[in-house]
């Protein structure tokens, strides 16, 4: 339609010209508003005010009974002399290093796996992808089990000579298991990622590489692992930010403990608020998880826009 | 000749098992679970662990499961959320989605950036205030507080907005020298043709509505309108019955909240696969 067409030429317009398309716009977005006004009206009021709401309340005390009152920036000094906070974050810092470090090496090996030519393919994938579809919630409770001390784990460990552990109950394995835990359920996922990302690598390449005498490894440490960093780094970010709201693992498991060695900021988040009823304060953690959120994506976007250079 | 055939017979065989035990290690929890359901109670947790037990398959499980919670309830209870949040998704986000690709005002590119910049707020920091609004606006213990909320979605206007974009521009203006209304070409003409998108944002959105526990956790009060993994909760942390976990129930409740997901899963394989990688992969 020509009316499209006038848009790009605003400034030669007489004044006349430039009032039919001030008119022309008022009415684009008369009929775009029909569209876009649900949206708009559902996310202001359940996405935005939320979330401001959310910075205001960090400011005050709402105590169960008596009144809400405002307190300034007390809430964010508690939280840095929180030691929960801080024993939070060191836990979900151990938990993201085991978590990234395992599923990385399970999944390029999966992924490279999945990439050969192999039969009954539609039913491996199924498999692979089954803990990822499955809620947290089974999970958690399926491993509670796995973890317990009749439980699969241990029968395992038996079987190879190793003493039974306590998993979720020891201070020092909690985390660990955790992360065991997380990295069964990723691996098959983040390896149907990574396998996306080795088939965008062009078969030219290896091609090319052969003829001038490449040998497989050369070919892989040259080609395939510097190619498949954007996907890596992608892998690592999502990962990252996901670790970071580590809630339900928490929650149904281990209720933060054995000595505060598995809680998370979300799930110290929950507690303060639904448990203590200190709402404010816990308005205050989520603005820390925010803030992390916002850190990550950022330092992501530095460090992936500084590969994509080919 | 026959040697270097032999060897890589060998090494793919390999690379084959290899894959094969990683599936089985990926299932067997799972499986594991749902055999359970079907094991008297005091054979769940026996060592060593086992698929099947003595006195397997029994119902029984199930029997004194459905004396305790209305197990129907609850399945038809998640079924509605989950399929009234799907239907809401995608009828919302498809006209977000339409305004953004085949309709022209100011500030719509820095409206779709604005949409996906959003995707960073983290759920537990809007938690807290959005059960003052859901008190606030009568949706507090009802499944209003459930969906509607729920109905924006950037990931879906993103997926949608992708496939929109693949239709050529004629499409739409042909019907508008019809004269068509917008609303009619979007639901007439575009969504027809937009089915893949579609599909990919309902399942996604349907496992999620299906899976979803600490939201309902918070909004829904009674009883009657617990969903699946509300009524899982209750029977694991022991609410229902006593103190002590009956692992047979929990098992059998774990069973039917996952399985029709995993037969969603093997219907729409490639669907789910699609949404769940889209979501990585966007960038």
């Given at each position: 339609m020509a009316a499209y067409a006038i848009t790009s030429s605003r400034r030669n317009l007489s004044p006349e010209g430039r009032g039919r398309l001030r008119q022309l716009r008022m009415r684009q977005l008369r009929i775009a508003s029909v569209f876009i006004l649900p949206y708009l009206v559902l996310f202001a009021i359940f996405g935005l005010y939320p979330a401001a709401l959310a910075v205001w309340m960090s400011f005050f005390n709402w105590p169960p009974l008596g009144d809400v009152q405002f307190i300034g920036i007390d809430n964010f000094r508690e939280l840095l002399r929180d030691e929960v906070v801080g024993k939070s974050i060191v836990n979900i810092a151990y938990f993201l290093v085991m978590d990234i470090t395992g599923i990385l090496l399970l999944s390029t090996l999966i992924a490279l796996a999945m990439s050969v030519q192999l039969p009954f393919k539609g039913l491996v994938r199924v498999m692979y992808f089954s803990p990822a579809v499955t809620s947290m919630l089974v999970v958690s409770i399926i491993w509670s089990w796995i973890f317990s001390p009749n439980g699969a784990l241990n029968y395992l460990i038996a079987m190879v000579g190793i003493r039974e552990q306590?998993?979720?109950?020891d201070p020092d394995l909690v985390m660990p298991s955790l992360a065991l835990m997380n990295i069964w359920r990723g691996a098959g996922f983040y390896a149907v990622i990574i396998l996306a990302g080795l088939q965008s690598i062009s078969r030219e390449l290896y091609e090319a590489a052969a003829i001038d005498g490449s040998s497989g490894w050369q070919s892989f440490w040259k080609i395939t692992i510097p190619l498949l960093m954007p996907t890596i780094e992608l892998v690592i970010v999502l990962m990252t930010i996901w670790g970071f709201l580590l809630f339900t693992e928490p929650y149904v498991?281990?209720?933060?403990?054995?000595l505060d060695r598995s809680m998370t900021l979300a799930y110290h988040l929950y507690r303060q608020s639904f448990?203590?009823?200190?709402m404010g304060y816990g308005a205050a953690i989520g603005i820390v998880l925010l803030v992390m959120a916002f850190a990550i994506a950022l330092i992501e976007r530095r460090v992936i826009g500084q590969r994509v250079d080919f | 000749m026959r040697e270097a055939r032999l060897y890589r017979l060998l090494r793919l065989g390999t690379v084959w098992l290899a894959l094969a035990i990683g599936a089985l290690i990926s299932f067997a929890p799972l499986l594991w679970m749902m055999m359970s359901a079907f094991k008297p109670t005091q054979y769940?947790?026996?060592?060593?662990?086992?698929?099947?037990?003595?006195?397997?398959?029994?119902l029984e499980n199930f029997r004194v499961l459905s004396g305790q919670i209305n197990i129907a309830g609850a399945f038809a209870n998640s079924v509605l959320v989950a399929v009234a949040t799907t239907a809401g998704v995608l009828l919302v986000n498809s006209m977000m989605a339409y305004a953004l690709t085949q309709l022209d005002f100011p500030g719509r590119e820095l409206l779709f950036n604005v949409i996906l910049a959003t995707m960073l707020i983290p759920f537990y920091l809007s938690m807290i205030p959005l059960f003052v609004i859901v008190r606030r606006l009568g949706l507090?213990?009802?499944?209003g507080g459930l969906i509607i909320p729920a109905l924006t979605s950037p990931f879906a206007v993103y997926v949608i907005r992708q496939y929109f974009l693949t239709h050529p521009r004629e499409i739409c203006d042909s019907a508008r020298v019809d004269g068509a209304s917008e609303l009619a070409i979007l639901f007439q003409i575009i969504l027809p043709i937009s089915k893949p998108a579609l599909a990919v944002v309902a399942v996604t959105t349907f496992q999620g509505a299906w899976n979803d526990f600490l939201w309902p956790l918070i909004v829904i009060q009674r009883k009657e309108l617990w969903t699946m993994p509300l009524a899982l909760i209750q029977l694991f942390q022991g609410g229902?019955?006593?103190?002590?976990?009956r692992w047979g129930q929990v098992m059998v409740m774990s069973a039917l909240s996952t399985l029709p997901i995993l037969i969603l899963f093997l219907i729409f394989q490639r669907e789910f696969v699609a949404g769940l990688t889209a979501g990585a992969l966007k960038r």
């Amino acid at each position: 339609m020509a009316a499209y067409a006038i848009t790009s030429s605003r400034r030669n317009l007489s004044p006349e010209g430039r009032g039919r398309l001030r008119q022309l716009r008022m009415r684009q977005l008369r009929i775009a508003s029909v569209f876009i006004l649900p949206y708009l009206v559902l996310f202001a009021i359940f996405g935005l005010y939320p979330a401001a709401l959310a910075v205001w309340m960090s400011f005050f005390n709402w105590p169960p009974l008596g009144d809400v009152q405002f307190i300034g920036i007390d809430n964010f000094r508690e939280l840095l002399r929180d030691e929960v906070v801080g024993k939070s974050i060191v836990n979900i810092a151990y938990f993201l290093v085991m978590d990234i470090t395992g599923i990385l090496l399970l999944s390029t090996l999966i992924a490279l796996a999945m990439s050969v030519q192999l039969p009954f393919k539609g039913l491996v994938r199924v498999m692979y992808f089954s803990p990822a579809v499955t809620s947290m919630l089974v999970v958690s409770i399926i491993w509670s089990w796995i973890f317990s001390p009749n439980g699969a784990l241990n029968y395992l460990i038996a079987m190879v000579g190793i003493r039974e552990q306590k998993w979720l109950l020891d201070p020092d394995l909690v985390m660990p298991s955790l992360a065991l835990m997380n990295i069964w359920r990723g691996a098959g996922f983040y390896a149907v990622i990574i396998l996306a990302g080795l088939q965008s690598i062009s078969r030219e390449l290896y091609e090319a590489a052969a003829i001038d005498g490449s040998s497989g490894w050369q070919s892989f440490w040259k080609i395939t692992i510097p190619l498949l960093m954007p996907t890596i780094e992608l892998v690592i970010v999502l990962m990252t930010i996901w670790g970071f709201l580590l809630f339900t693992e928490p929650y149904v498991m281990t209720r933060g403990g054995p000595l505060d060695r598995s809680m998370t900021l979300a799930y110290h988040l929950y507690r303060q608020s639904f448990q203590f009823w200190r709402m404010g304060y816990g308005a205050a953690i989520g603005i820390v998880l925010l803030v992390m959120a916002f850190a990550i994506a950022l330092i992501e976007r530095r460090v992936i826009g500084q590969r994509v250079d080919f | 000749m026959r040697e270097a055939r032999l060897y890589r017979l060998l090494r793919l065989g390999t690379v084959w098992l290899a894959l094969a035990i990683g599936a089985l290690i990926s299932f067997a929890p799972l499986l594991w679970m749902m055999m359970s359901a079907f094991k008297p109670t005091q054979y769940v947790l026996a060592r060593p662990p086992s698929f099947v037990s003595p006195g397997w398959p029994t119902l029984e499980n199930f029997r004194v499961l459905s004396g305790q919670i209305n197990i129907a309830g609850a399945f038809a209870n998640s079924v509605l959320v989950a399929v009234a949040t799907t239907a809401g998704v995608l009828l919302v986000n498809s006209m977000m989605a339409y305004a953004l690709t085949q309709l022209d005002f100011p500030g719509r590119e820095l409206l779709f950036n604005v949409i996906l910049a959003t995707m960073l707020i983290p759920f537990y920091l809007s938690m807290i205030p959005l059960f003052v609004i859901v008190r606030r606006l009568g949706l507090f213990d009802n499944f209003g507080g459930l969906i509607i909320p729920a109905l924006t979605s950037p990931f879906a206007v993103y997926v949608i907005r992708q496939y929109f974009l693949t239709h050529p521009r004629e499409i739409c203006d042909s019907a508008r020298v019809d004269g068509a209304s917008e609303l009619a070409i979007l639901f007439q003409i575009i969504l027809p043709i937009s089915k893949p998108a579609l599909a990919v944002v309902a399942v996604t959105t349907f496992q999620g509505a299906w899976n979803d526990f600490l939201w309902p956790l918070i909004v829904i009060q009674r009883k009657e309108l617990w969903t699946m993994p509300l009524a899982l909760i209750q029977l694991f942390q022991g609410g229902i019955g006593g103190q002590v976990i009956r692992w047979g129930q929990v098992m059998v409740m774990s069973a039917l909240s996952t399985l029709p997901i995993l037969i969603l899963f093997l219907i729409f394989q490639r669907e789910f696969v699609a949404g769940l990688t889209a979501g990585a992969l966007k960038r």
